[in-house]
């Protein structure tokens, strides 16, 4: 691994990650309802005392193949979490992370994905309803000249999702629906799947299912799988809120998708240092608007790095994209990432 990559490495989580390292295992069974990177919706399964392992494609391209569905016993994997566990299935060994009542992270072939616990009971939607920032990755993009908006095929782009308590939505990429004049990019209606999913649908067809955790305390996550060809690929929600420093203060572990080190990162004062290396990289929030943070690296092997992303204030977690960019500025690579804290 080259010197640049253990500087950048917590920058180059593909939507994929979690918790700090404790001998302490959590342990419960829970199913999560979830979304893979490439479009497509599945149910996971875990019992974290009987070490078991399953999962199965509910909707999407991966339904009916030999990727569908697998299930495997679970080897705890405490250098990296005491939620983590790697698994082998289909002959691929793969990690999968879990928390109880929270989110769950998973591999399925190359494709990852990430859930929140399923729901047997219907949505109250005046519980839900409100604005969520979001980030959006979709792994067969092109690469984009910065965080705007293409239609089809974008990496990565950002914006504001409403979901409306007449079980409408509307999206906003690039702007701020709360003080934004400007009219949705797109809108239309949702109803409830009944399993802890919202459908969402515009012209007659589907757009994508959404998955909100929610609670009391108002900090509510929603994970979207975007199944609409034009934007196939998957997304984090967090209701809009004003963040800090002070939210995302302390240590964190991430864990790469292809890689099995965990790198440790550490995030004081506004700045975040990886690895314990002497680089920092400054942190700025609540740009463009209420509940963003962006941290730049500095310029290393002649590109310069990017991540951009929300908060969640409660739990402290990070959902963005990462770029990286040529001198000139051009896009060299976009990915998406998540980073819990320890």
Sequence with gaps: MTKLVPRIIILLLPLFVLQGCNDNRDKFTETYISALSRGDLLEATVDTDKLTYSYKVLDGDYKGTALGEGRGTLKPYPDVSRNAYQTKINDQVTT???LQGEVIIGHIGNEFYVGVPERKQPINVADIAGLYNYVSYSPNGTLDEGLGFKIPWEKTSFGILRLNDDNTWAVLHKGDLKTSSKKPTLEGSFTDMGNGALLLERNGGKFAHVMVRYDNSGDHFAV????????????????QSPVSSDNIQGPYTALLTHETKAPKCLAQDGYMSVNGDATKYSMKFNTPWPGFVRADAPALGGNRYEVFGIISRQSGSIYGIHLERQPHGAAANQQGFIA???
Excluded: E, S, W
């Design 340 to 342: 819990l804290k320890d």
């Design 96 to 98: 999968v992370v879990a």
């Design 224 to 239: 979207v799988d975007l199944v609409d060809p034009d934007f196939k690929g998957i997304a984090f929600a967090n209701f």
